[in-house]
């Protein structure tokens, strides 16, 4: 899926480039002034898109492994909110025990999905 809409953007930067250079060719007197503030917009853009995406942070590994083995409320960036177990943090991710309101089923996160987390 990531695939796919990193395709998109790159398909949509060349539209984009099109048509800036469309404009230049068609509108007289287009300084450089206007043809740079429209690349740093559309530039802006597709990195506010791309980072929707593919997140470019993540929590601190350092912070997190002090949680190990403690009750953890973790928040995630898609409003998902619940307890953890963390048993072992590696370098993009975090494994542990995910509690689903009646049982502890055993998970793994991606770093980059966590927003904020407390410990017990």
Known sequence: MVDSLLA???SLIQSITSFLNELIS????????????????FTA????IINLINPPFAVYLGAISLCL?????IWLRNGVSF???PIFVGPRTVVGFR?????????????????SFTCF
Do not use: C, P
């Not at 007289?28 to 740093?40: A, H, I, S, Y």
């Not at 309101?101 to 999905?113: A, M, N």
């Open 8 to 10: 998109s953007i790159q």
């Open 26 to 41: 068609t509108v007289d007197n287009v300084t450089d002034e206007v043809v740079n503030t429209l690349l740093q917009f």
């Open 45 to 48: 853009l597709v990195q506010r």
């Open 69 to 73: 083995f403690q009750n953890t409320f």
């Open 83 to 85: 307890w953890f177990y």
């Open 99 to 115: 509690w689903t309101g009646s049982v502890w089923t055993f998970s793994i996160i991606d770093t980059r999905q966590i927003v």
